[in-house]
């Protein structure tokens, strides 16, 4: 077949099930039962809670909702809700969204005062016409709905800050801060569905109002309930360029394994990205059948991997290796 019939016949395939094409090219290995998968050493509490929702009977949505709360509510983390670095200005402004297994989604972005955002994203994916609310309209949309005005700020977070303000730090691309990033899930329940959540602080010192790849459906998470789903942790400017989380997906659609899919972004992020080499990314990818991949430009990136029974963290393979 010639490459451009062989193209055709993938695409086809490819919309009528991402998880056929998968298996008309033999690659898929097929793994059985519940699956979650996420970044980072937060990765291991958040997938136990993940999982357990779903022991709980609870939806794969619910599974991924719940999961990053953990995360968000952690005040210690300082890269996730509440406890989560401030801009430039001192401001806590976070991003987050959310996917279904019926390609549904909901975001907010530069939402501050709110310790889950993961949540108000999924109530305006559920209660609303809209994808994403952003700033003062995300946050009014949020007490209207019930979620409680915080601050975010903790004692931490300021002295962090205004340390950093003295030595006038602007945002910098920062390698693996404190090895506990922006938290993307990703879970197939039992009956094979998929979902994912996504959800951030952003980058540490960055201008006020400044919005990352987290919210943004298709760079920071993708999910394509036929396929698979993809989330993106790392300098977010470079991920947006480069629609990460989708063109993952997209790959895997053509018959990528989850790994290939992560290490092909990745590569192509390091060829048109300039500053490459001083920057982190990283991406995990979960496939239809249950096949996992990770990979990132710096070594230094974890995930975690909650599968038959076990929930592990691993180290992903990267492009640079500078350990
Ligand atoms: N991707 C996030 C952002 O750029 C930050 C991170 O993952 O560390 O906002």
């Not at 090219?25 to 980072?40: C, E, H």
Request: proline share 2%; net charge neutral; aromatic share 6%.
């Amino acid at each position: 077949m010639n490459s451009r019939r062989r193209f055709l016949s993938l695409s086809t395939l490819g919309t009528v099930s991402g998880f056929s094409t998968l298996k008309a090219f033999g690659q898929a290995k097929r793994v059985d039962g519940p699956i979650v998968l996420s970044t980072w050493n937060s990765g291991i509490p958040a997938n136990n809670r993940a999982f357990q929702v779903l022991q709980e009977g609870g939806s794969v949505l619910d599974c991924v909702e719940k999961g990053v709360n953990v995360i968000e509510s952690d005040p210690n983390n300082r890269t996730v809700g509440i406890g989560g670095f401030p801009d430039e200005e001192g401001h806590v402004t976070l991003d987050a969204c959310i996917m279904d297994e019926r390609q549904r989604c909901g975001s907010v972005a530069f939402l501050q005062h709110i310790e889950n955002p993961v949540s108000v994203a999924r109530r305006i994916m559920e209660d609303t016409k809209h994808v994403m609310l952003v700033g003062e309209g995300a946050l009014n949309f949020a007490l209207r709905n019930g979620f409680e005005k915080k601050v975010l700020l903790t004692e931490k977070t300021l002295t962090a800050w205004k340390k950093r303000k003295a030595e006038a730090i602007a945002s910098q691309p920062e390698i693996n801060v404190e090895n506990h990033d922006t938290i993307g899930l990703v879970a197939r329940n039992a009956d094979g569905n998929l979902a994912g959540a996504c959800t951030t602080s952003g980058v540490a010192m960055k201008l006020h109002g400044r919005v990352g790849d987290s919210p943004i459906i298709g760079a920071g998470l993708y999910v394509d309930n036929d396929v698979g789903a993809a989330a993106a942790t790392g300098w977010g400017e470079a991920v947006l360029e480069n629609a990460g989380s989708a063109m993952v997906v997209e790959l895997m659609r053509h018959g990528r394994t989850p790994q290939q899919a992560c290490e092909e972004i990745v590569n192509r992020i390091a060829k048109k990205f300039e500053n490459w080499r001083n920057i982190q990314v990283g991406f995990i990818a979960l496939n239809k059948a249950g096949e996992i991949g990770a990979f990132a430009i710096q070594s230094g990136f974890s995930y975690a991997h909650h599968s038959g029974g076990k929930n592990q963290l691993i180290k992903s393979t990267s492009l640079l290796n500078n350990a």
